[in-house]
C-alpha cells in the first residue's frame, strides 16, 4: 500500500541558517520515528516524492535518507518497486530478546553505583505521572517512563561498546516496545515490574535489579512472541 507521510513538522521545513547535514537528520527522525510509532507499519511502501512533498524538502533529500535507513535494515529496497518498511520474524524478535536480557542485565548491574540521587529522583516523578495516568487507563506517561528508564541503565553502565551494541538495534526494540505497553493491562503489568527494578536499583541492590530486569524482558518477549500479528500489524494497540 502506498503511503504519504503526515508529519507535524511546518511546510517551510528549511529554516534560515539551516544547513543541509542538520535538515537530513531531522527527516531521517522524522521517518524513523514514524516507523517505531507504529504511524508506517512493517511492509508498506515508502514513496520518496510523497515524503519531499509533504515535508517540504528535496525527492533527493528524501532518497538519501531513505537509503541510509536501508543500511540501517530499518527499510529495505525491492528491486524495480521501491522502499519498503522491513519486517521481523518470530525468531528474530525471540534472538534479539534472548541478547537483549543478558546485556540489558550487565548493564543495570553496571550502572547503579553510577547514577545520581537526581537521576532516580527525575525516574521516580515520572513513576508517579505514569500511576495517576494509568488510573485514567492513560498509559502514553508510563511509555515514556518505561523508555527514560531503560534509557538511564544504559547510558550510566560505563561501557560504551556495550552501550553502542544495544543501541544499535534500539529501533526495533522500541516497536515492539510501543506495541506491548499500549494495551492498559499490559502497561499495569510492566509498571510494577519496573517499580521493582527501580526500588531495587534505588536501594544499591545491583544483583536483584540486574535479576529483576531480565526476567522483565523475558516476559516483554513472551507477550510479544504471542500477540505477533497484532502488535506488528494491528491498529487496534493505539
Do not use: W
Not at 519486517?87 to 525471540?94: D, G, L, N
Not at 536480557?101 to 537526581?118: F, G, M, Q, T, W
Amino acid at each position: 500500500m502506498q503511503h504519504i507521510l503526515k508529519s507535524n513538522i511546518v511546510e517551510n521545513t528549511v529554516k534560515p541558517g539551516e544547513n543541509y547535514e542538520n535538515l537530513e537528520g531531522k527527516i531521517y527522525k522524522i521517518i524513523k520515528d514514524k516507523i517505531i510509532y507504529h504511524k508506517i507499519k512493517p511492509r508498506e511502501r515508502v514513496i520518496d516524492k510523497n515524503i519531499a512533498q509533504e515535508l517540504g524538502v528535496s525527492r533527493s533529500l528524501a532518497r538519501q535518507v531513505l537509503n541510509i535507513l536501508a543500511k540501517e535494515e530499518i527499510v529495505e529496497i525491492v528491486p524495480r518497486k521501491g522502499f519498503y518498511i522491513k519486517e521481523m520474524t518470530k525468531k528474530e524478535i525471540e534472538e534479539m530478546y534472548n541478547v537483549r536480557k543478558i546485556l540489558e542485565a550487565y548493564a543495570v548491574r553496571l550502572a547503579v553505583s553510577k547514577i545520581s540521587d537526581d537521576d532516580f529522583k527525575k525516574i521516580e516523578n515520572l513513576f508517579k505521572v505514569a500511576r495517576k495516568d494509568l488510573d485514567e487507563k492513560k498509559t502514553d506517561s508510563f511509555i515514556k517512563t518505561d523508555l527514560e528508564m531503560h534509557k538511564l541503565f544504559i547510558d550510566k553502565c560505563g561501557n560504551e561498546l556495550l552501550k553502542q551494541i544495544i543501541n544499535k538495534y534500539n529501533y526495533r526494540y522500541l516497536f515492539y516496545r510501543i506495541a506491548d505497553l499500549s494495551p492498559i493491562e499490559r502497561a499495569e503489568k510492566s509498571y510494577f515490574e519496573h517499580l521493582e527494578i527501580f526500588k531495587a536499583a534505588k536501594n544499591g541492590d545491583s544483583k536483584a535489579s540486574s535479576g529483576l530486569m531480565m526476567k522483565h524482558i523475558e516476559h516483554c518477549k513472551k507477550e510479544i512472541i504471542d500477540n505477533f500479528d497484532k502488535y506488528t500489524y494491528g491498529d487496534n494497540f493505539r
